[in-house]
């Protein structure tokens, strides 16, 4: 009986170690596991500014992409790259660029238009300096709109408004 013991524990010992040795063998280096996912992140140019690194099987992917929809996509598809047991996804979105972006008008321009505007303004002075418009002096409630309205047409960069409302 204690022959049988013996031999089935060291029958399950020997099948216990060569299970361990055959899974650390058919296993994969992370280099490899790292290289197969710079394949497939470099194939889709969207994952173009994505980088990888791999550490006791984890991929942790960093970098930045242009929406929700091809981070999810990436770490999907470095999820599947064999021998990948997580994804750590530190990949961030990249700041969304206007198609239009806003147009400011030279200051010489704003300047000569600045001028014309605030002629019908008595006590109101104006400069133009790098695209922003600095307005100075007093006017009435009633008419700030009517000024502000006609600076802005000029395309400034910006109205730094500083008259006192009578």
């Known amino acids: ?8 524990f060291v029958v ?15 296993g994969r280096s ?3 596991i790292r290289k197969d996912i ?4 470099a194939a889709n140019p969207d994952m173009a500014g994505v980088n990888a690194a791999v550490v006791d099987k984890i ?23 064999k021998g990948v047991k997580q994804v750590v996804n530190d990949i961030s979105i990249a700041p969304r660029i206007p198609d239009n972006p806003v147009e400011v008008a030279p200051d010489d321009a704003i300047s ?9 303004f008595p006590g109101v002075n104006a400069s133009v300096n790098n695209g922003e418009v600095t307005l100075t ?14 600076i802005s047409t000029l395309k ?6 500083q008259l006192t409302i009578k």
């Open 1 to 8: 009986m204690k022959k049988n013991m013996l031999r089935n």
């Open 12 to 26: 399950l010992f020997a099948l216990a170690v060569l299970s361990v040795t055959l899974y650390s063998c058919s």
């Open 30 to 32: 992370d280099e490899e």
């Open 38 to 41: 710079t394949e497939k992140l």
């Open 59 to 81: 991929a942790t992917l960093s970098g930045q992409v242009k929406d929700e929809q091809i981070r999810e996509k990436t770490e999907s598809v470095v999820t599947g790259v």
């Open 112 to 120: 000569r238009g600045v001028t014309d505007a605030v002629k019908d």
């Open 137 to 150: 002096g007093t006017i009435t409630r009633d008419r700030l709109v009517t000024l502000m309205q006609s």
């Open 156 to 161: 400034p960069k910006k109205i730094n408004n």
